[in-house]
């Protein structure tokens, strides 16, 4: 607290007139000269000759002045590593490493980092943390890094490091393959920031000096690495992937029940073809250890997003995840071998293949190109299919883009075999002749997208533009869909609002658009508005209200939905959040439905209209405790009647060996007599065990009354080589009346990275 009470003494007296380390600050980096060791000991001549970034300053709680303790960070190079050091001074421990997995949970934990952006074009990086307990965590970055959505850390790949902890510091030293990350060798300028987050003091420190408004991360205030000696010149980059699985599962409910086992292989594969521009290969992939979604409590007319895990689709995804608004996203690469049954679980589709092309052509051009086939499956009526996308991106002024973006998916054979046996599956589509309605086999469906991303090149402004046009065999007209985004953000207000327009035979299947089959076709305007203030506390770092507005209606016909809220927030400087608001809610449905079960309950009917208001508070403990939670609660009206509703986490950490958790949600629904009242709840305890930081155990329970479902998943992992695992994944599902299995299977996996 005293450290507090400092920096708030000197944020009194205003002293803001300190030189700072400004934007496009040179930091130069010389080939070095000896032998690197990684042993936290920044002995050898090349650190000691290094030019030290220094006199970090802190990017939160405030802005105005130097981190109390300070980071130092050092660079070099050989023909084969990019070499970085850390010098992190403090005095007080034990450190905040809330587990060894790698990956973390970056806000929870101390760690220092940096960004690091090899096309110097303002848009497209690299990240690479570690903690004081050595473990790693690596991603992407885009979008100039303007915002928490811009870092991705699903990119995985080799590298090295080790660190030593002293009485007054901790030391870190990276080793990064030159092979493990894209660059242009041609280039002598990058872009580059270091990021220190002192989670034990709730402190955020950057070498180049970032508005507390922004991330530390973005581009728009980033250094410039300057090469004195040119950068290695690229050498070939192939990395060879094999795997090995085996399964054996067991269908309780099939009639009869039956027991299968299986042994297969695949590969996947890195080719450089050239040092920023990478082909991923795959054949026959394997995601059974991919962890299972976490099940939610679904209340909405809409289909609920669930994140992409699997590996494969997630390098350079940004320029084509991003593509159009979230109500009508062109692509979703979990349409690609996952799909619904009857029951509206998840089953995959087996892949025969896959190839992506991604990376930079050069500072300006990007390219993206992915094609995929899945096997034909007859148990969800579906033919193999064949998916293909290709997108381009062209950077322009400081951080801004242009891309466009084309999605083709054909179904394979069709016309050449029993159409029947694919009845009732996403494949038959309606098309109306003169107010007749009859049903037609869809072969393809194109989408064709362009987007526009504006970003001033002080992240205060930011502008979406999209336009996007769906192609099939049933329909010419009415296939549009556009939206537009504007956006301003300063210290103490964000403001930013936009329209989207989705026509009634815009068709992506391979996108996800939430309202398809909800309405006949869609139109959206929206508004929002954010004030934060920093007082002068000793308890609250920042505070603010906010307000947003939205309509919803079909176009060229009536208003289907109005939203209004109001919430004002309070972030302490311990860490801990509260947030309380109140939200009005009108809809007029465009469907039959009901919340809970339209089998079980009555519906409420096409046109009928309601409308609500409704309470909420939410609370979050503070982080840094091993003893943690979150709570959010609803009350209010809901349709015809009224919801209760309570959620959160709890959480306790023996750090930093494991952690125990469990998710809950709570929804007492009262709707009016015969349309439902029950009390429908979510509960899923969760342990993660990390042994050591190559060896973990994860085991997830989760309970779903409104599923009838307990779900049971034990994920073991053994990295025993950089960036090669060995897995053992079980996965069973019960009954929850007497706990009888319904459904079970065990599988391992091994995989081997090869560098060639």
């Known amino acids: 607290m005293k450290i507090l009470s400092g920096i708030f003494v000197l944020m009194v007296l205003s002293i803001t007139c300190i030189g700072q380390n400004k934007p496009g600050m040179e930091l130069p980096i010389r080939k070095a000269l000896g032998t690197i060791t990684l042993d936290g000991k920044l002995d050898e001549e090349d650190w000691i000759n290094a030019t030290v970034a220094k006199d970090f300053y802190l990017n939160f709680p405030i802005d105005t002045t130097f981190a109390p303790f300070q980071t130092e ?72 890094g303007a915002s928490s959505n811009s870092f991705s850390a699903t990119w995985d790949n080799k590298w090295y490091s080790h660190v030593e902890r002293y009485d007054d510091r901790w030391i870190a030293e990276l080793a990064i393959p030159f092979n493990s990350f894209r660059f242009k060798s041609n280039l002598r300028e990058w872009q580059i920031n270091f990021i220190r987050w002192d989670r034990k003091r709730n402190l955020s420190s950057t070498w180049v000096a970032v508005p507390i408004q922004y991330d530390g991360g973005s581009f728009a205030y980033a250094g410039q690495l300057t090469w004195v000696d040119p950068p290695p010149k690229a050498k070939t980059n192939i990395s060879f992937i094999p795997y090995v699985a085996g399964s054996a599962s067991a269908d309780r409910e099939a009639d009869p029940a039956t027991s299968t086992s299986d042994l297969q292989a695949g590969f996947d594969a890195k080719i450089g073809i050239t040092p920023s521009l990478n082909l991923d290969l795959t054949f026959n992939p394997d995601f059974s250890q991919v962890e299972v979604d976490r099940q939610v409590i679904n209340l909405t007319r809409f289909e609920f997003r669930f994140p992409e895990r699997r590996q494969f689709f997630l390098e350079n995804s940004d320029i084509i995840d991003n593509a159009g ?10 349409r690609v071998g996952l799909a619904r049954d009857s029951t509206e679980s998840i ?18 051009w990007r390219v993206m190109a992915l094609n995929m086939m899945t096997k034909e ?50 494949l038959w589509k ?15 469906n194109r989408v064709l997208t362009a987007d526009l991303e504006l970003l ?40 930013g609002g936009g329209h989207t327009l989705i026509q009634k035979n815009y068709n992506a299947e391979a996108g996800f658009v939430p ?98 208001g409704s309470f909420n508070i939410s609370y979050r403990s503070d982080q840094r405790k091993v003893f943690n939670y979150f709570v959010q609660t609803v009350l209010g009206g809901f349709y015809n009647g009224n919801l209760f509703n309570i959620a959160g986490t709890l959480n306790y950490r023996y750090q930093p060996f494991g952690s125990v958790a469990i998710q809950y949600d709570f929804n007492a629904v009262r709707l009016a007599e015969g349309y439902g009242e029950e009390n429908l709840f979510l509960i899923g305890p969760r342990v993660d065990l990390t042994f050591t930081d190559k060896i973990f155990l994860t085991t997830f329970v989760q309970y779903n009354n409104l599923a009838d479902n307990i779900n049971l998943n034990a994920r073991f992992q053994w990295r025993y080589k950089p ?17 009888k299995t319904k459904n079970r299977a065990l599988v391992f996996k091994l995989t081997y990275w090869l560098n060639i």
């Open 347 to 364: 089953r995959q589709v087996p892949i025969v293949y896959g190839a992506r092309l991604s990376g930079s052509i050069n500072k300006q």
């Open 456 to 495: 001033s090149k002080d992240n205060r402004w930011n502008g979406s533009f999209y336009a996007s046009r769906s192609f099939d065999a049933y329909s010419s007209d009415g296939n549009n869909s556009i939206g537009g985004f504007l956006g301003y953000r300063v210290r103490n207000l964000e403001v």
């Open 430 to 444: 309606p098309r109306v002749n003169n107010e007749d309605t009859t049903w037609v086999l869809n072969q393809y």
């Open 325 to 334: 608004f979230p109500d009508s996203r062109p692509f979703f690469t979990r």
């Open 73 to 144: 960070a050092r660079l070099t190079y050989d023909d084969n590593n990019f070499y970085i050091s850390f010098v992190c001074y403090d005095d007080q421990s034990p450190d905040i490493v809330q587990s060894l997995r790698r990956d973390f949970d970056y806000e929870n934990n101390d760690n220092i980092g940096f960004v690091l952006g090899p096309y110097n074009d303002g848009i497209n990086g690299f990240f690479f943390i570690i903690t004081p307990k050595g473990v790693q965590m690596e991603g992407t970055v885009a979008g100039g």
């Open 515 to 612: 309202t398809s089959g909800v309405y006949p076709g869609f139109w959206n305007s929206f508004a929002f508005a954010q004030g934060t203030f920093f007082p002068k506390s000793k308890k609250i770092a920042r505070m603010g209200p906010g307000t947003r507005i939205g309509f919803s209606g079909i176009p060229q016909d009536f208003v289907t939905d109005k939203n209004f809220g109001l919430n004002y927030n309070i972030s302490f400087l311990n860490t801990a959040q509260v947030e309380a608001g109140y939200e009005y809610t009108y809809q007029r449905l465009t469907q039959d439905f009901n919340p809970i079960d339209g089998d079980r309950y009555i519906e409420f009917q096409e046109g009928d209209v309601y409308d609500w």
């Open 377 to 426: 499956e007859l148990s969800l009526g579906l033919p193999s299919q064949l998916y293909s996308v290709a997108a381009i991106q062209r950077n322009f002024w400081k951080q801004s883009s242009l891309s466009i973006m084309y999605v083709d998916k054909a179904s394979l054979g069709i016309e050449k075999t029993d159409s029947l046996r694919y009845f009732n599956s996403e």
């Open 723 to 739: 960036a090669s695992d060995f897995f053992v994944v079980y996965t069973e599902n019960y009954l929850p009346q007497h706990l």
